[in-house]
């Protein structure tokens, strides 16, 4: 290879390559985790199958209360509510007219929510490592250690240190992608957003507080 190809294949490579002060993902995350008490977005979400063909498509809100409060409401054609109240976490269907309630793991990393705000954790679930960028945010790639998990391999993505992108997948391939617009940071959030009570008439599956026993 002559000189000129070698300068040309050199400055090929180094344009490709991200710049040794480039911002990295994770240094981003836990400046956006360090002090949070609070967060408000909005969120678009799709679900694509193996074969890339979009099987749902959503949008709606999302609110978080340090250390283990959230509410995500979905709108659009098939609305859902999703609130954890630090016990236990319901999800209201309302198409089905059917509200699901099961235990609120503190541990868990598998929610979304959790991976932003608790990532000093994360070593001890996953194997992370930087991911190279998307558009204008830096990814970090989570991938479970323990095959006992709902998800198999997850991609956070940051921009100005605020979180811009999530994916989610499973082992059957199904791929989750959620990603935020219009955050606030520690807005003040009125505590009835992270207390759900089931309608009446609704079918409610699993353990209510007081019960001794799933229905």
Do not use: C
């Not at 490579?13 to 985790?33: G, H, K, V």
């Not at 074969?51 to 340090?66: F, K």
């Not at 954890?84 to 509200?99: A, C, P």
């Not at 204008?136 to 095959?147: G, I, K, T, V």
């Amino acid at each position: 290879m002559n000189s000129k190809r070698k300068i040309a294949l050199l400055l090929v490579i180094l344009l490709l390559a991200p710049p040794a002060w480039a911002e990295t993902a994770r240094a981003q995350l836990e400046r956006f985790a360090a002090g949070l008490e609070s967060l408000q977005a909005s969120f678009s979400q799709v679900v694509v199958s193996t074969d890339n063909a979009v099987q749902d498509r959503s949008e709606g809100q999302v609110w978080l209360l340090q250390p283990d409060r959230f509410r995500w409401a979905y709108g659009g054609d098939f609305p859902e509510l999703v609130v954890g109240d630090g016990e236990r976490i319901w999800i209201y269907d309302e198409m089905l007219e059917q509200v699901t309630v099961k235990l609120q793991d503190d541990a868990s990393m598998n929610s979304p929510l959790k991976l932003l705000t608790d990532p000093g954790r994360l070593d001890e679930h996953f194997e992370v490592r930087e991911a190279g960028s998307t558009g204008d945010a830096q990814l970090l790639e989570l991938r479970a250690l323990s095959a006992d998990t709902e998800f198999e391999r997850f991609l956070l993505g940051f921009s100005n240190d605020e979180p811009v992108l999530i994916v989610m997948e499973d082992a059957f391939g199904l791929r989750t992608e959620i990603r935020f617009s219009s955050l606030l940071r520690d807005p003040q959030l009125d505590s009835d957003l992270f207390e759900f009570t089931p309608p009446e008439g609704v079918d409610v599956i699993g353990a209510l507080p007081g019960d001794s026993e799933s229905r």
